[in-house]
């Protein structure tokens, strides 16, 4: 006891102050040491601001490009038809009843049918000219969105006119082939006109009611019919549609 008692008078007695510096002292080597062996507690890593990156707007004329694309495409959708010349059709009525007078003058049905052939495919090259030629006086191109809807629209039923004619004249019914066109024809004329100007479709429905009553009549006013059909109505509703919708 009295050599624990003589070694702890030998031993000086710390300040509070180097008490405190001895503590941060230890506390640094102990945990924010350099040397990573002795380290306890890792140091922080460093901060790097994170910025999202933002994508990249389109740019602006590609923008107004899509919308003037759409724009259009729905001013096509809801915009009439209206390339279809009055006066065309008022050829294709007059090529008609000269038509009709030639086949009258057939001896044979093989001759009245080849005369109205020629005339169908007459009638075509004047439909498809004058239309394209009052398309491009307007600045309009010609298989627009309304453009393609009418000749989808018309082509089924005289395309079917066409089966039923080969089907008919090999059945022997012959007579039933005039009523059968007007009636078909005016069937096209009204799913087409549809998308057209309002005098299409009435001229439709005047065709069909044709068609109805050829099959009710006898065979001798087939060329009447058809001479009122495809001649007359094509002349009266070219000149309204003429007048109306600009040639």
């Known amino acids: 006891m009295a050599l624990v008692e003589q070694r702890s008078q030998n031993i000086p007695l ?3 102050e180097e008490l405190s510096s001895i503590r941060n002292l230890l506390c640094l080597i102990k945990y924010l040491t350099p040397f990573r062996i002795l380290r306890i507690i890792p140091r922080m890593g460093s ?3 994170v910025i999202p990156q933002k994508e990249e707007p389109p740019a602006l004329h590609e923008r107004a490009m899509d919308n003037l694309k759409y724009i259009r495409e ?3 959708r809801a915009t009439a038809f209206t390339a279809i010349s009055g006066w065309g059709q008022v050829a294709i009525g007059i090529t008609a009843l000269a038509a009709t007078f030639i086949s009258a003058q057939q001896k ?3 001759g009245w049918l080849a005369v109205w052939f020629a005339e169908a ?6 439909a498809g000219w004058s239309m394209d030629r009052k398309a491009r006086a307007a600045k309009m191109p010609l298989l627009s969105g309304p453009g393609r809807k009418v000749a989808f629209s018309l082509s089924p039923p ?9 089907v008919l004249y090999r059945a022997g019914l012959t007579t039933a082939i005039p009523g059968l066109w007007l009636l078909l024809y005016g069937t096209g004329v009204i799913t087409g006109g549809m998308f ?17 009553a050829a099959f009710l009549t006898p065979a001798g006013f087939a060329n009447w019919f058809m001479a009122a059909g495809f001649g007359g109505l094509h002349i009266i509703f070219g000149v309204i549609i003429a007048r109306r919708y600009g040639g």
Request: proline fraction near 2%.
């Open 74 to 76: 729905t001013m096509e």
């Open 196 to 212: 057209s100007v309002s005098a299409v479709p009435i001229m439709g429905l005047c065709f069909m009611v044709l068609g109805a």
């Open 158 to 166: 005289i395309f079917a006119g066409g089966i039923l004619t080969v």
């Open 47 to 49: 901060i790097h601001m």
């Open 108 to 110: 044979s049905f093989k």
């Open 14 to 16: 710390l300040r509070s």
């Open 121 to 126: 495919v007459i009638a075509l090259l004047i």
